[in-house]
Nanobody
Framework: QVRLVESGGGLVQPGGSLRLSCAAS????????MGWYRQAPGKQRELVAG???????NYVDSVKGRFTISRDNAQNTVYLQMNSLKPEDTAVYYC??????????WGQGTQVTVSS
Protein backbone atom coordinates (compact mmCIF):
# COMPACT_ATOMS: atom_id res chain seq x y z
CA GLN A 1 0.00 0.00 0.00
CA VAL A 2 1.22 3.47 -0.90
CA ARG A 3 0.57 6.52 1.24
CA LEU A 4 1.11 10.22 0.55
CA VAL A 5 1.56 12.50 3.54
CA GLU A 6 1.45 16.27 3.10
CA SER A 7 2.91 18.84 5.46
CA GLY A 8 3.65 22.55 5.56
CA GLY A 9 0.22 24.13 5.44
CA GLY A 10 -0.93 26.84 7.80
CA LEU A 11 -1.99 30.44 8.21
CA VAL A 12 -0.01 33.15 6.44
CA GLN A 13 -0.54 36.82 5.72
CA PRO A 14 -1.04 38.08 2.17
CA GLY A 15 2.31 38.39 0.45
CA GLY A 16 3.82 35.67 2.59
CA SER A 17 5.29 32.29 1.67
CA LEU A 18 4.73 28.65 2.52
CA ARG A 19 6.42 25.45 1.39
CA LEU A 20 4.35 22.30 1.11
CA SER A 21 5.90 18.86 1.13
CA CYS A 22 4.42 15.50 0.19
CA ALA A 23 6.25 12.27 0.89
CA ALA A 24 5.24 8.94 -0.59
CA SER A 25 5.86 5.75 1.36
CA UNK A 26 5.09 2.08 0.98
CA UNK A 27 5.65 -0.34 -1.85
CA UNK A 28 7.00 2.00 -4.54
CA UNK A 29 8.94 0.95 -7.60
CA UNK A 30 8.72 4.27 -9.38
CA UNK A 31 6.48 7.34 -9.61
CA UNK A 32 5.55 9.00 -12.88
CA UNK A 33 3.76 12.35 -12.69
CA MET A 34 3.22 14.10 -9.39
CA GLY A 35 1.08 17.13 -8.72
CA TRP A 36 -0.57 19.52 -6.35
CA TYR A 37 -4.28 20.23 -6.45
CA ARG A 38 -6.40 22.54 -4.34
CA GLN A 39 -10.03 22.83 -3.41
CA ALA A 40 -11.57 25.97 -1.98
CA PRO A 41 -14.99 25.93 -0.25
CA GLY A 42 -17.77 25.66 -2.79
CA LYS A 43 -15.39 25.14 -5.68
CA GLN A 44 -14.17 22.18 -7.67
CA ARG A 45 -10.74 20.71 -7.08
CA GLU A 46 -8.23 22.17 -9.55
CA LEU A 47 -4.74 21.27 -10.64
CA VAL A 48 -2.30 23.86 -9.34
CA ALA A 49 0.98 22.42 -10.60
CA GLY A 50 2.31 19.18 -12.03
CA UNK A 51 5.74 17.71 -12.60
CA UNK A 52 6.92 14.74 -14.61
CA UNK A 53 9.57 12.33 -13.41
CA UNK A 54 12.01 14.11 -15.69
CA UNK A 55 11.21 17.50 -14.18
CA UNK A 56 8.91 19.04 -16.76
CA UNK A 57 6.44 21.33 -15.01
CA ASN A 58 3.11 22.96 -15.69
CA TYR A 59 1.06 25.48 -13.69
CA VAL A 60 -2.41 26.92 -13.62
CA ASP A 61 -2.26 30.50 -14.89
CA SER A 62 -3.23 32.03 -11.55
CA VAL A 63 -0.05 30.80 -9.83
CA LYS A 64 2.53 31.22 -12.60
CA GLY A 65 5.48 33.25 -11.38
CA ARG A 66 4.51 32.76 -7.73
CA PHE A 67 4.53 28.98 -7.14
CA THR A 68 7.29 26.49 -7.93
CA ILE A 69 6.86 22.72 -7.95
CA SER A 70 9.86 20.43 -7.54
CA ARG A 71 10.52 16.81 -6.64
CA ASP A 72 13.18 14.53 -5.22
CA ASN A 73 12.89 11.19 -6.98
CA ALA A 74 15.26 9.46 -4.57
CA GLN A 75 13.04 10.48 -1.64
CA ASN A 76 9.71 10.06 -3.50
CA THR A 77 8.83 13.57 -2.41
CA VAL A 78 7.21 16.52 -4.16
CA TYR A 79 7.31 20.13 -2.99
CA LEU A 80 5.34 23.27 -3.68
CA GLN A 81 7.01 26.58 -2.88
CA MET A 82 4.33 29.25 -2.69
CA ASN A 83 5.36 32.89 -2.69
CA SER A 84 3.40 36.15 -2.83
CA LEU A 85 0.36 34.37 -1.46
CA LYS A 86 -3.06 35.90 -1.96
CA PRO A 87 -6.34 35.37 -0.10
CA GLU A 88 -7.68 33.57 -3.17
CA ASP A 89 -4.99 30.91 -2.68
CA THR A 90 -6.84 29.79 0.45
CA ALA A 91 -7.84 26.15 0.01
CA VAL A 92 -7.10 22.60 1.04
CA TYR A 93 -4.07 21.47 -0.94
CA TYR A 94 -3.74 17.83 -1.99
CA CYS A 95 -0.80 16.05 -3.51
CA UNK A 96 -1.24 13.34 -6.08
CA UNK A 97 1.08 10.75 -7.55
CA UNK A 98 0.89 8.29 -10.42
CA UNK A 99 2.64 5.31 -8.86
CA UNK A 100 3.84 2.58 -11.21
CA UNK A 101 1.90 -0.68 -10.70
CA UNK A 102 -0.41 1.03 -8.19
CA UNK A 103 -2.15 3.87 -9.96
CA UNK A 104 -3.19 7.31 -8.78
CA UNK A 105 -2.75 7.96 -5.08
CA TRP A 106 -3.95 11.05 -3.15
CA GLY A 107 -2.79 12.60 0.07
CA GLN A 108 -5.15 13.58 2.86
CA GLY A 109 -4.83 17.31 2.24
CA THR A 110 -3.35 20.24 4.11
CA GLN A 111 -5.09 23.54 4.80
CA VAL A 112 -3.57 26.77 3.51
CA THR A 113 -5.19 29.98 4.74
CA VAL A 114 -4.06 33.38 3.51
CA SER A 115 -5.51 36.12 5.65
CA SER A 116 -4.51 39.25 7.54
Amino acid sequence: QVRLVESGGGLVQPGGSLRLSCAASGSIFSINNMGWYRQAPGKQRELVAGITRGGRTNYVDSVKGRFTISRDNAQNTVYLQMNSLKPEDTAVYYCNADVVATGIVWGQGTQVTVSS
